[in-house]
């Protein structure tokens, strides 16, 4: 059991258990929070009363949750002069399921991202990111209904494993020296040098947990995402393992796009048709044919683009959720940036959060807290008493805080 200097354990609650491959969860886990910079404190006084009412209303008392705080981003790093302390790190690990608003970092020089920093230490690999439609929500799509996909980012690896050096730095110039001596490989000098790992065990094991999922969850397809056509031995490598993944690790349940369209013995209906698509060509596929992609497995960088560009067709971050999960071990979070300039003014929709909760629910196993949230967003949307954000892209709308649309859900998922 970890002690702490700047959280406080809850009094009552007990952390949640992995044996076996699965999860252990007391009626009253202890669940680390951290509220987020910018508008995060905001957003999570909103969303901790959803839950908490979204658990009472489902199991009348019989599960709870106490809620831990726990410090990363400028809030640590004003009280505590650390921007990600030890004990976080520590409490996420201790209690296996947590849950985070967003976290700022400067761009350019300084810090490391934060986010960035909790998914490789944690090893927390897959980035999971359910994208749907909710019907009142503005949008510029004609029929935004037709897009309900869940993507698998690959979370520790590619461009974003933070292997690289400033142009002109001795680390570079002596790389590129070597790469023209040893490979025959010409780098224009004073370049700026970053290395892409892909390694065969990290995109297995991100297909194995996307083609798992697509099982258990009776959806049609699984999709891998690379830019193999160019960058071969990373990306495309990719796709290799992801196809040869599929195929052995779920015998019998996994079919190639290729041999489906053959037909045959081998081409059954319920088999889980596995398929691969160009990164560029997908932006192109999400928007003209989105009813023909269920589930996505993607390296990093990819995946990036995708969530956020995918989120944009259905009415924006403001209602896109997020979890980072490795084996056993979860942080849910906010998709969005920290809004600065809202902070403290009560005014930014907690929609991200609130759904990444739902996502963190059913990683639990409570799922019917998580139907009840979604139920309630979806009768505060159709109330049109929404956030100024949802509220300037519907007619006949009503803005309301942040507060006042944390409570139209929980009416909503009263009604």
């Known amino acids: 059991m970890a002690s702490y200097r700047f959280a406080s354990r809850p009094s009552q609650g007990e952390a949640i258990a992995f044996e076996q491959g699965a999860l252990k969860v007391p009626a009253n886990p202890v669940i680390p929070f951290v509220e987020g910079d910018g508008t995060g404190p905001d957003i999570w006084r909103a969303s901790v009363r959803v839950f908490d009412a979204a658990v009472e209303k489902a199991y009348g008392g019989e599960r709870k949750v106490s809620w831990m705080k726990v410090f990363a981003g400028e809030e640590s790093h004003a009280k505590h002069g650390e921007w990600l302390p030890d004990e976080t790190l520590e409490a996420f690990k201790e ?11 400067p761009v350019g020089g300084g810090i490391r991202s934060l986010n960035v920093m909790l998914r490789q230490v944690l090893d927390l690999y897959a980035c999971i990111r359910p994208v749907r439609y909710f019907e009142g929500v503005g949008n510029p799509m004609k029929e935004p209904e037709k897009l309900n996909v869940v993507i698998f980012r690959e979370n520790t690896e590619d461009v974003y494993a933070g292997i690289e050096w400033k142009a002109g730095s001795p680390e570079a110039n002596e790389l590129i020296e070597f790469i023209h001596r040893k490979f025959g490989k010409d780098i224009r000098a004073n370049s700026a040098i970053g290395i892409k790992p892909m390694s065969e065990f990290g995109s297995r094991r991100l297909v194995n947990m996307a083609a798992r999922y697509a099982l258990e969850n009776n959806r049609k397809s699984l999709t891998l995402v690379h830019k193999g056509n160019i960058m071969k031995f990373t990306e495309g490598a990719f796709r290799d393992w992801g196809y040869d993944e599929a195929a052995k690790a779920f015998p019998g349940q996994t079919v190639t796009e290729a041999e489906f369209s053959k037909g045959g013995a081998g081409a059954r209906a319920d088999c889980l048709i596995v398929k691969d698509r160009i ?137």
């Open 95 to 105: 209690f296996r399921v947590s849950i985070k608003g967003p976290l700022s970092t």
């Open 279 to 415: 990164a560029d060509a997908m932006f192109q596929q999400l928007l003209l044919r989105p009813d023909e992609y269920d589930v996505i497995a993607t390296p990093n960088l990819n995946g990036d683009y995708i969530s956020d560009a995918a989120a944009a067709q259905v009415g924006g971050l403001g209602i896109a959720p997020g979890g980072n999960v490795g084996d056993g071990l979860a942080v849910f979070e906010a998709t969005h940036g920290t809004a600065p300039k809202y902070a403290n003014l009560d005014k930014i929709n907690p929609g991200s959060v609130i759904l990444s909760g739902v996502m963190m629910f059913e990683y639990m196993g409570w799922k019917e807290a998580g139907k009840l949230i979604v139920t309630g967003l979806e009768n505060a949307i159709k109330s049109k008493r929404v956030t100024y954000d949802l509220a300037r892209q519907m007619s006949g709308s009503t803005e309301v805080s942040t507060s006042a649309f944390g409570d139209q859900i929980i009416k909503g998922m009263r009604a």
